[in-house]
């Protein structure tokens, strides 16, 4: 009878590799915030990097000379805003805390009229069809907490924003330092490959960025007086909701209309109803126009796919993980074509 041998090839540096891998994502699990400030940090310098090196083309500016004019434009527009409409943001801001009872019962008398109920509470009628025991003021507070805070902890978040601002001048004032960093993981012979593909994952982010703040500038200007024409409350900072959530496609301007149409209600139906139109057809304009021309030039991944990695971000690390979403997408699906080509 015929033996057959078997010889079992055990190849240890594949899977040494594999053991990296895997520990490399359980590492990036544990620090994911410091991963988003940095992902976040590349997606803004990526924006200061496109300025600079178009300036340098176009004007003979020095690179890192016109990097510290792209940060100077950026930091007296901020100035510029914050001494035009955050004085009136945080006295609508305040003002919408303090009569957020008035508009909760002015809601429940809407809806109570609507089912013919005059009594109808919202709060209520959750709580006996879900068994549950809400409490308006602390949902309240968890909604605020979880939307501009990623930590408790004060001192974690000042290291955050230390970090981001540091990280983000690190990348714009020397990007080939980053690139060298990524390249330590790579063999020699693939150092000019991946370099070329960060830089064209740098370009298509910072024109990414650029489009998305040019379409939530349009949006801010077309929302706010049209909210103040038709006396919805609070305008100004329902127009600057509606220009940051735009940043996180597909659902941002859906999420903005909703505190618009809330307090809508205040005005009456046709108010309400005016407020819901408007809302509508300029989330039909940016999502069938506007972002998908930014999302098909960034990706060119299609949109459901999109959606569903929006929501894996907002579940991982919150509103900074659907921000920075797309930007991922892109550039993974960047160094995939690569090896592919490769």
Do not use: C
Not at 41 to 57: E, L
Request: proline share 4%; charged share 10%; no cysteine.
């Amino acid at each position: 009878m015929k033996q057959n041998n078997y010889i079992l090839d055990i190849d240890l540096k594949a899977i040494f590799q594999g053991l990296l891998i895997l520990a490399t994502i359980w590492i990036v699990f544990l620090l994911r915030d410091v991963v988003v400030i940095s992902i976040l940090a590349f997606i803004v310098s990526s924006g200061i990097v496109i300025g600079a090196r178009s300036m340098h083309q176009s004007l003979k500016i020095p690179y890192k000379m016109g990097v510290f004019f792209v940060l100077s434009v950026v930091f007296g527009v901020v100035i510029l805003l914050y001494q035009l409409i955050v004085p009136t943001i945080s006295s609508e801001f305040t003002a919408l805390v303090n009569n957020f009872p008035k508009f909760f019962a002015d809601f429940n008398l809407f809806i109570g009229n609507i089912i013919d109920k005059p009594d109808f509470n919202s709060i209520e009628y959750l709580n006996s069809t879900t068994g549950g025991n809400i409490n308006i003021g602390a949902v309240t507070w968890d909604v605020i907490t979880g939307l501009f805070f990623t930590t408790q902890n004060i001192i974690s978040t000042l290291f955050y924003i230390a970090f981001f601002f540091a990280a983000t001048f690190y990348m714009a004032v020397s990007p080939k330092n980053l690139d060298e960093i990524i390249n330590f993981f790579f063999s020699a012979k693939k150092h000019k490959l991946v370099s070329s593909k960060i830089d064209q994952a740098r370009h298509k982010v910072g024109y990414w960025l650029a489009g998305q703040l040019l379409i939530s500038l349009i949006l801010a200007i077309l929302t706010y007086p049209f909210l103040l024409i038709i006396q919805v409350p609070y305008a100004l900072l329902l127009a600057v909701i509606a220009a940051f959530l735009n940043i996180i496609p597909i659902i941002g301007p859906i999420l903005s209309a909703i505190p618009a149409m809330i307090l809508a209600l205040t005005g009456g139906f046709n108010i309400f109803l005016a407020t819901g139109l408007f809302y509508l057809i300029l989330q039909q304009v940016d999502g069938n126009f506007m972002t998908p021309l930014i999302m098909r030039k960034v990706t060119g991944i299609h949109t459901l796919i999109v959606m569903i990695v929006i929501l894996l971000g907002t579940s991982l690390a919150g509103a900074l993980g659907a921000l920075i979403a797309l930007p991922v997408v892109s550039v993974v699906s960047i160094f995939v074509k690569g090896l592919e080509e490769e």
